[in-house]
């Protein structure tokens, strides 16, 4: 089992609709989970951070967490095109040391 | 000003050429970590340092080194370029906490 896993997409939404991102993670000691979007040919930047189960909003930008399910996602509301990007999912994993470790990341594509 | 700057942003060199890419940081962080990225594919960590006398090995060392010449400053080096180090390579710098990543823009190397 790879120790961060997401659906490579491409997945395709129209605008306004709710986007849905899934992210899965190996390690039950976890203890930091990120959100960060890629445009194509740019650095990831940091859109949503969580470490309490829950969900964590910000504007558009919900993330959801799940440790007993090892779970964490990304919702956007009111999809827009410049939306369009490929998201992906860390995970810092306390073990012997601070590691983390990104997932593939999934192609969003939202159509207008 | 950038936080996380690289220099050179895009780089072409041959077969069997050293070349070095730099990064430096304004964020004052300890922490920092080269990744590289193939298209379509995930950031793989290739080395990182905690501090200016830690450096450690990350998933795809072989063919790399780097050196920390400061808390400032990490720099990737290729000993002997090969085609298949042709990727994007990022710098980023960590809180040493949480472990959000701040990534510089990516230097883009190809190798003839």
């Known amino acids: 089992q790879k120790e961060v896993e997401q659906n490579s997409g491409p997945l395709s939404v129209p605008e306004g609709a709710i986007a849905s991102l899934n992210c899965t993670y190996s390690d039950r000691g976890s203890q930091s989970f990120f959100w960060y979007r890629q445009y194509s040919g740019k650095s990831p930047e940091l859109i949503m951070f969580?470490?309490?189960?829950g969900d964590k909003e910000d504007g558009r930008f919900t993330a959801q967490l799940n440790k007993a399910s090892q779970y964490v996602s990304l919702l956007i509301r009111d999809s827009q095109p410049s939306d369009s990007a490929t998201y992906l999912c860390a995970v810092n994993m306390k073990t012997s040391y601070d590691k983390v470790i990104f997932g593939p990341g999934t192609s969003l594509s939202v159509i207008p | 000003d950038a936080d996380v700057t690289q220099t050179p942003r895009n780089r072409i060199t041959k077969t069997g050429k050293r070349i070095m890419l730099e990064c430096s940081q304004t964020?004052?962080?300890?922490?920092m970590y080269w990744y590289r990225q193939d298209p379509g594919l995930g950031l793989q960590l290739i080395y990182y340092?905690?501090?200016?006398?830690?450096?450690n090995k990350g998933e795809i060392s072989d063919g790399y080194s780097v050196s920390r010449q400061a808390q400032a400053k990490f720099s990737l080096s290729l000993e002997s370029a090969i085609p298949n180090q042709t990727a994007l390579y990022f710098c980023?710098?960590?809180?040493?906490?949480?472990?959000?990543?701040?990534f510089g823009p990516g230097t883009r190397l190809l190798v003839l």
């Open positions: 969580i470490y309490s189960n």
């Open positions: 340092s905690f501090d200016v006398k830690d450096i």
């Open positions: 980023a710098t960590s809180d040493g906490y949480w472990e959000t990543q701040y």
């Open positions: 964020k004052g962080h300890d922490r």
